[in-house]
């Protein structure tokens, strides 16, 4: 199975605020997870890009791994407008190279609206 | 877009027409990817091609039809049989020398119209 649930939002927070951007799965075999950034009416970007369990930072990102749970999170401190897109996580079993379960699957997208 | 290129923008087709989009590549990267991205859908796979003249279907490769003779190059055609051809669509590479290592490249997409 290769579900994955993201909650579509929108997800509106003040400037300044610390976002929490959550997706679960149903495959426990995922091990590689990422999340990407979006904006209208263009590409998605990569943000963070974690293999297996743990935490990784980069700048104000945080991305996190709950394995056991089958739960990642995407935390953005001190938020700002320009961080105002919709955020995709995607995860995948093996190295993401081909297609079917070789392949990358997506949440639906959590759309951010940043206040300012 | 770090040297992926999608043309046009944005495409209008009528009904029954087929239509190409162009995905263009200066990264030397071995595979490239179509997705497919409706509202409230996650991204799905369309085809892909790890190697030149060589392509594999995606999970919705039913009405579309790709090649690869040049590495840089990988355009789909969209036929009159999809079914629900209007969508944002998404060319994506990988750089396979890297392993795992590597993250998924999109370009800025190609929006189409078939009214």
């Known amino acids: 199975q290769k579900e994955v649930e993201q909650d579509p939002g929108p997800l509106s927070v003040p400037e300044g605020a610390i976002v929490s951007l959550n997706c679960t799965y149903s495959n426990s075999a995922f091990q590689y997870f990422m999340w990407y950034r979006q904006y209208s009416r263009k590409g998605p970007e990569l943000l963070m890009y974690?293999?297996?369990?743990g935490n990784k930072e980069d700048g104000r990102f945080t991305a996190q791994v709950d394995k056991s749970s089958k739960y990642i999170s995407l935390f953005i401190r001190d938020s700002q407008p320009s961080d105002s897109a919709t955020y995709l996580c995607a995860m995948s079993a093996l190295f993401f190279s081909g297609g079917g379960a070789d392949g990358l699957t997506f949440g639906k997208g959590t759309h951010l609206i940043i206040q300012p | 877009d770090g040297g992926i290129t999608q043309s046009p923008k944005y495409l209008f087709r009528k009904e029954g027409q087929n239509v190409t989009l162009s995905c263009e590549q200066n990264l030397n990267h071995d595979a490239m990817y179509w997705y497919r991205q409706d509202p409230g859908q996650g991204l799905r796979l369309i085809y892909y091609?790890?190697?030149?003249?060589?392509?594999q279907k995606g999970d919705i490769a039913e009405g579309y039809s790709v090649s690869r003779e040049k590495k840089e190059s990988f355009p789909l055609t969209v036929t009159s049989a999809q079914k629900n051809p209007t969508a944002f669509y998404l060319c994506a590479t990988l750089n396979l020398a890297l392993g795992q290592n590597s993250p998924l490249h999109f370009g800025n997409g190609t929006r189409l119209t078939v009214t």
């Open positions: 091609s790890q190697i030149v003249n060589d392509f």
């Open positions: 974690t293999y297996s369990s």
